[in-house]
């Protein structure tokens, strides 16, 4: 065989070793899971399965009649009725701070919103992919109103408490170490743990969101009577919304448009009292794509989102059972206290951070 044919023999082995190779790295487990379609996973089975928080008011309450209720909760409803038409279908499983990732990469549970911070290393070495962000937060500290404590840099040589494995636990480290202050972490595994010690006086200050310390602040006052002060300093920035496997693009668009069709549906207006009337007559092409109607006179709009598996008219159903941004955060959030007005979680039209994309 002379040099050329030497040349193409080489080529055609090398080839040859490619397409094995390509084929093998498609039937690996990883392939397979990179082509999963959890969209068409949860219509098979017939209802959502979303994990939550179990023990935080106005986020995620489990309680013991199998009913659930909060923000977090709201927006797996929201999921729910855009699938199947009916907020109803939608099991829920606690997810705790430990493990709630292991939750969503064993598939057990469909989609995570349980005040998880979007962070780099979540987003990369954990292969979670988030939703836009439902609320802006930040880590704090709460302490006894009776303490004598009105800053966290007063707070060198204390005891805080801190559930285990949360963002929290660094913007603590951080904030701590930079102001040059000294402290101890009770790290433990859930809030009622954290709220036994902070009552009992094992840890002298509890730290976690700002918003969760407001609700339990709430709590601590309605059903045991103690007095909390949730201390001015923001210890990090905590960006909470829904989280989805990687890989998972068509799935990932569903949560991502419907958490945007609910702060669209506020900014135009639609609402859970009137989205019947707007998708009949909507005042504008905006109204018209949110709802999945013609406007004057003319066809629908295909935004493609869920590829025909899902309706089109989907935030019809979510706003009519779940409601627009500012009605989900008014029946959960407001209610504990956490005021809206004047906030991050504000619209973008009255300064706050709130704000979609547009559908389209």
Known sequence: MNRHGRLVSLFAVMAALLVVF???????????????????????????????????????????????EGNDVDYCRALAAAVFGDASKVEFKEATSANRFELLAAKEIDVLIRTTTWTASRDA??????????????????????SGVGSVNELGGSTICILDGTSTQGAVSDYFAENGLTYSELTLQDNAA???????????????????????????????????VVLPETLSKEPLGPSV?????????????????????????????????MAANPPNNTVAR???????????????????????????????????????????????????????????VNGGLIYSPPMR
């Open 125 to 146: 070495d954990l292969e979670v992919a988030y939703a836009p962000t439902t609320f802006y937060d930040g880590a704090g500290i709460m302490v006894h109103a009776g």
């Open 290 to 348: 949110l709802l999945g109607v013609g406007f004057d006179g003319g066809a629908p709009s295909n935004l493609g989102i869920g590829h025909g598996k899902i309706p089109g008219t989907f935030m019809q159903s979510v706003i009519s059972q779940v409601g627009n941004y500012g009605e989900a955060y008014d029946a959960t959030l407001e209610a504990v206290g956490l005021t809206r007005a004047g906030s991050l979680n504000d619209s973008y």
């Open 245 to 277: 496997r990687d890989y998972d693009s068509e799935w990932e668009d569903v949560v991502r448009w419907v958490v945007n069709g609910m702060i669209i549906a506020e900014e135009q207006g639609v609402t859970s009292a009137n989205v019947s009337a």
């Open 194 to 228: 954290i709220r036994g010690a902070f009552i009992g006086g094992q840890c002298d200050a509890w730290s976690s969101d700002k918003s969760q310390l407001g609700g339990h602040q709430f709590t601590l006052k309605s059903d045991d009577g103690i007095d909390a």
């Open 22 to 68: 390509v084929v093998a790295a498609c039937e690996s487990d990883d392939g397979e899971d990179a082509r999963e379609n959890t969209l068409d996973v949860i219509i098979e089975r017939g209802n959502l399965i979303c994990g939550v928080k179990a023990d935080t008011p106005g986020f995620g309450v489990l309680n013991p009649d199998g009913s659930a």
